[in-house]
């Protein structure tokens, strides 16, 4: 909610409140909800103090595969857009019913 005051012609002090669209959204930054954000932010500082120290990759690269992973679009995450493919294609059987309309 934001809150803008002013002054109307006559001095007095006015209020506007503003809402947003989605009440029930959860809070995002980026592309990212704000608990994947910190965990994001505070993998990447333990990653680069790791790198900086033994040369040793892997933290980083797995810090960027949860930030992609963890990527938001409406409420969907990319981690989600591949468990529904994989059940889709892979793991759920399909039915078809093969037969002539009309009958």
């Known amino acids: 909610m934001l809150v803008t005051p002013f002054i109307t012609m ?3 002090l006015n209020k506007i409140y503003i809402y947003p669209q989605n009440m029930r959204a959860s809070a995002t930054l980026w592309l990212w909800s ?3 954000f ?3 932010v505070i993998a990447a500082l333990f990653s680069a103090l790791v ?3 033994t040369k040793f990759l892997i ?3 797995l810090t960027a595969v949860y930030a992609f992973l963890s990527i938001r679009s409406d409420e969907t995450t990319v981690l989600d857009f591949i468990k529904y493919g994989v059940r889709y294609f892979i793991s759920t059987q399909q039915y078809f019913e093969w037969g002539l309309r009309g009958d």
């Open 38 to 40: 910190a965990i994001i």
């Open 51 to 53: 790198l900086a120290t």
């Open 10 to 12: 006559e001095g007095q």
């Open 59 to 61: 933290p980083t690269v």
């Open 34 to 36: 704000l608990k994947d």
